[in-house]
């Protein structure tokens, strides 16, 4: 069974940056779209950005300009750097994977999550 795991969230005030890792168990993620969602208290999670199989990337609207994901498949690692953060960009942040890309960009019934990285900006 695939499992993921983030790694690099934490405490940074505004304005700061961070990277978050994101890497699976197994040698299947040359086939796997990825994607990272975030969930922040209150909230239902939403999709943040996602890079395809063929290195192809769709961002949310209020990440755009900030936030850039990619993929090193050698690696079997997804990464999203963080730049110019906000307080509102608090949340658990969650990397998944699926086949398929419809299913991946509405948050369907994903293939697989990883347990999920908390990222705090401080005013």
């Known amino acids: 069974q695939v499992q993921l795991v983030e790694s690099g969230g934490g405490l940074v005030q505004a304005g700061g940056s961070l990277r978050l890792s994101c890497t699976a168990s197994?040698?299947?993620?040359?086939?796997?779209?990825m994607a990272w969602y975030r969930q922040a208290p209150g909230s239902q999670r939403e999709l943040v950005a996602l890079?395809?199989?063929?290195?192809?990337?769709v961002y949310a609207d209020s990440v755009k300009g900030r936030f850039t994901i990619s993929r090193d498949n050698a690696k079997n690692t997804m990464y999203m750097q963080m730049n110019s953060l906000k307080p509102e960009d608090t949340a658990v942040y969650y990397c998944?994977?699926?086949?398929?890309?419809?299913?991946?960009?509405?948050?369907?019934?994903?293939?697989?999550w990883g347990q999920g990285t908390l990222v705090t900006v401080s005013a």
């Open positions: 998944a994977a699926d086949q398929s890309l419809p299913t991946i960009r509405k948050q369907g019934n994903l293939e697989v």
């Open positions: 197994a040698n299947i993620f040359n086939s796997r779209n």
């Open positions: 890079v395809d199989t063929g290195g192809g990337t």
